[in-house]
């Protein structure tokens, strides 16, 4: 059985960030978060990462991560546009509308899938996940029998930005099973507690001990065709919706519901943290700074 691969998010636009927060630097070597998600991968038993990015930022990436991490990494890079597998009615109609970003996480993904011929693992690369997380995730993933999905949660309560609303798959799990997950785009501590308001302004509270998928998730690669029918009755219902976009955690919870796949919890007592917004990179830092002065990483991270 093949050693397991890291595909990491990396295609976004920051919009919220005011920039390319993929690259931004928040370690004092120059790594981006992705670096130490890279680094704890690699100590964990993955062997390959996959890039998902623009073809825009390709040039940038190469010269800045790719020539940070030298000959420690081997990698693959995927390219995700907005025409990107697209059929010609759906991309004339999005052409005409001005759209000029992606489809999505679960649209990116599919974009990688010539890259993917082992089980894998799928992460934001502005979110730092800790390395028990990765160290759970590969040895898990490294199972011969494997036949199953798997996912890390995090408490809900972790992994608010102080700064603004945040998006997060709410999970319900049943006997350390994912039963369901529910996106929920606009949660924000607030003086009464943690609420998720939608469009037309209700609100419901949330637990802070709600378990949230930071899309860290793990999968055998055998879900590619079911991932191709399902983005493909997307755009037969959203891909004339200028805002829209196809999600990982709703495509999860569409294998669940349809027995096509079972997705294990693992629990791991792992720190969470990440850049939504430009006001949250300083605490970032901080933090990786720490984590560095106790010696859970080199530095620099690359030698």
């Known amino acids: 059985m093949k050693q397991p691969t890291l595909v990491i998010l990396a295609a976004g636009m920051g919009s919220r960030y005011g920039g390319l927060k993929q690259i931004d630097r928040v370690g004092k070597g120059g790594e981006a978060l992705l670096d130490y998600s890279v680094f704890d991968a690699l100590r964990s038993g993955f062997d390959k990462i996959v890039f998902i990015i623009r073809r825009d930022i390709e040039k940038d990436f190469r010269d800045i991560v790719l020539a940070r991490m030298g000959a420690s990494v081997r990698y693959e890079l995927a390219f995700q546009e907005p025409e990107s597998l697209l059929p010609k009615d759906i991309l004339e109609n999005a052409r005409k509308m001005g759209r000029t970003k992606p489809w999505g996480t679960a649209h990116a993904l599919l974009c990688a899938e010539s890259c993917i011929d082992s089980p894998f693992a799928l992460i934001n690369a502005d979110d730092f996940y800790g390395r028990e997380a990765f160290a759970i995730m590969g040895k898990y993933l490294s199972n011969p029998a494997l036949c199953e999905g798997a996912i890390v949660p995090y408490k809900l309560e972790k992994t608010l930005s102080a700064t603004g609303t945040v998006a997060r798959g709410v999970c319900i799990f049943k006997d350390e099973y994912l039963e369901s997950v529910h996106e929920l785009k606009s949660i924000r501590r607030q003086e009464q507690g943690i609420f998720n308001t939608e469009p037309d302004g209700s609100r419901q509270e949330l637990a802070a001990d709600t378990p949230v998928s930071m899309n860290f998730w ?5 879900i590619f065709p079911e991932l191709k029918c399902y983005f493909k ?25 349809k027995d096509l796949l079972k ?4 629990h791991a007592n792992a720190e969470w943290f990440g850049v939504t917004y430009q006001d949250d990179k300083q605490a970032v830092e901080k933090r990786i700074e720490a984590l560095t002065a106790e010696g859970v990483y080199p530095d620099p991270l690359w030698k």
Do not use: T
């Not at 793990?218 to 055998?222: D, L």
């Not at 009755?233 to 519901?257: Q, T, V």
């Not at 997705?263 to 693992?266: E, G, N, P, V, Y």
């Open 218 to 222: 793990g999968f055998p690669p055998m």
């Open 233 to 257: 009755r997307f755009l037969e219902n959203s891909g004339k919706d200028i805002k829209s976009e196809c999600y990982i955690p709703l495509f999860a919870d569409e294998l669940i519901k």
């Open 263 to 266: 997705i294990k919890a693992l």
